[in-house]
């Protein structure tokens, strides 16, 4: 649970980084932020669900 707990609060807090009242204003590089933190996290996501159906399999 407290791994839960961990992601969940860098995932929070990673977002907050790319608003106006933080360094990155309200233009391209705020877009490009979001773009490469959701692109990242759907990449480990997947990579996530790989690995358990791998793990899953070679148990069988």
Not at 32 to 48: N, R, S, T
Request: glycine share 6%; charged share 15%.
């Amino acid at each position: 649970m407290k791994f839960f707990t961990l992601i969940f609060t860098l995932l929070l807090s990673t977002q907050a980084f790319a608003h106006s009242d933080h360094a990155l204003g309200e233009g391209a590089l705020h877009l490009l932020y979001h773009v490469v933190f959701w692109g990242l996290f759907a990449v480990v996501a997947v990579k996530g669900v790989l690995y358990f159906k791998n793990k899953k399999k070679s148990k069988q």
